[in-house]
T-cell receptor
């Protein structure tokens, strides 16, 4: 019973174009959302996050959009670069006993072609 | 500047032979987690510590145990590994809402 779903296992984009990675969640108690990036043979690294009180957060080329009513978030990368090629994990969390425990999606493998 | 360090990076163990994976952190975070990630699946939380308070996920097999002797170190013990325990094991720490991950230990049970 996946609470965080990334329905696209892979995405292929041309360099310079926009990459849009999507994520859906089912638990309405989630109040913090994160995107992690993972290269082969490395652990996930934090990319960008958004609180449930916002609908957009931007950091350079990366923007995350949150639609709470649809329980949907997306990560936009503009412009995409070959170095962005990696697996992107969506994660959602709720406060539990003073800590936030991330629940992850399966990931989307992004390939950016030169 | 490694902040969350997992050892070993790769581990091969025999079916049924106990194995221990280790994780250390230099961040002094009070929360430490262990996740299991099988191929093409989402990382699955096994358990986490909030300081010394241990929290086990309901569906974590009894075969998996954990120890946190101090703030910096956390261990994952698999008492009798089965072939289905072959996976990447990820350790993470957090102080707030962002988790910091180690590079993972790829465990293969043969």
């Amino acid at each position: 019973d996946q609470q965080v779903k990334q329905n696209s296992p892979s995405l292929s984009v041309q360099e310079g174009r926009i990459s849009i990675l999507n994520c859906d969640y089912t638990n309405s108690m989630f109040d913090y959302f994160l995107w992690y990036k993972k290269y082969p043979a490395e652990g996930p690294t934090f990319l960008i996050s958004i609180s449930s009180i916002k609908d957009k957060n931007e950091d350079g080329r990366f923007t995350v959009f949150l639609n709470k009513s649809a329980k949907h978030l997306s990560l936009h990368i503009v412009p995409s670069q070959p170095g962005d090629s990696a697996v992107y994990f969506c994660a959602a969390s709720e406060a539990s006993g003073g800590s936030y425990i991330p629940t992850f999606g399966r990931g989307t493998s992004l390939i950016v072609h030169p | 500047d490694a902040m969350v360090i997992q050892n070993p990076r790769y581990q091969v163990t025999q079916f049924g032979k106990p194995v221990t994976l280790s994780c250390s952190q230099t961040l002094n975070h009070n929360v430490m987690y262990w996740y299991q990630q099988k191929s093409s699946q989402a990382p699955k939380l096994l358990f986490h510590y909030y300081d010394k308070d241990f929290n086990n996920e309901a569906d974590t097999p009894d075969n998996f145990q954990s120890r946190r002797p101090n703030t910096s170190f956390c261990f994952l013990d698999i008492r009798s590994p089965g072939l289905g325990d072959t996976a990447m094991y990820l350790c993470a720490t957090s102080e707030g809402s962002e988790a910091f991950f180690g590079q993972g230990t790829r465990l293969t049970v043969v």
